[in-house]
């Protein structure tokens, strides 16, 4: 008497070393590596080029586990749940976290870097006369990502009845004096620039601030009551 053949004991292939699998495994690892390069540049001195290769390597690994979790998910009819869905959810869900987690950061090194160079440009041809009694002393750069402009009025000594005089007659010709000069590219990268006076004896006298929101792309400029302090 013939034996009855045997049951299969699961619906899908035993085999686990499909690129599917393969591809859960990247999913769920990538980011978990990234986390620890993360903890790795928090925790040590590390040089500023090794900062550079390991974010950008922990960019790509985030990038690419996108992929590899999708790909992962799409093995599931072939080859079933097990060890395929969780790695792959874990996998994409982590990656699109750490992503949204990255993004704000990485606007903020940007524009810090924007305000470091053009610091760093007006510095290079300061200190310098702009005009017969402004000097144009020294820009620095802030933690905010603008970028402060320290200007000394040479012909000026101001006091408390003069400065709001001050005030109105400078601000609007500073406001046309930004739209035709270099800083104005600045400004339209969403750079915020401010311009801080002193009088002749160092005595500070206003702070006068600009930004995108100041110069519209449609070329409608703002009165000049409407800049930052």
């Given amino acids: 008497m013939n034996n009855p053949p045997s049951l299969p004991t699961e619906d899908f292939p035993q085999d686990r070393d499909t690129w599917f699998h393969k591809a859960a495994n990247y999913a769920v690892s990538a980011p978990l590596f990234t986390m620890g390069a993360g903890l790795l ?14 974010g950008l390597a922990g ?11 999708i790909v992962a998910l799409i093995g599931i009819s072939r080859h079933g749940p ?4 969780w790695k792959g959810l874990i996998g994409l869900g982590l990656s699109v976290l750490f992503i949204a987690m990255a993004i704000p950061a990485f606007l903020k090194v940007r524009q810090n ?9 007006v510095n290079s041809k300061a200190p ?3 005009d017969q009694v402004t000097r144009l002393d020294r820009a620095q750069a802030r933690g905010d990502g603008a970028v402060v402009i320290y200007e000394t009025i040479l012909s000026f000594e101001v006091t408390d009845a003069n400065r ?3 005030r109105v007659k400078v601000r609007p010709a500073l406001r046309a004096q930004v739209e035709k000069s270099e800083t104005m590219n600045a400004v339209r990268k969403g750079l915020p ?18 930004g995108p929101e100041d110069y519209p792309p449609n070329g409608a400029v703002p009165k000049a009551g409407d800049a930052k302090r």
């Fill in 41 to 54: 540049l928090g925790a040590t001195a590390v040089p500023d080029p090794a900062k550079r290769i390991i």
């Fill in 82 to 85: 097990a060890r395929l869905l």
């Fill in 59 to 69: 960019g790509i690994a985030l990038l690419t586990a996108i992929p590899a979790g």
């Fill in 128 to 130: 310098r006369m702009i």
């Fill in 164 to 166: 709001s005089a001050w």
């Fill in 193 to 210: 620039v401010i311009f801080n006076f002193s009088d002749k004896n160092g005595a500070f006298i206003d702070e006068v601030g600009f």
């Fill in 113 to 121: 870097a924007l305000a470091n160079g053009f610091a760093q440009g």
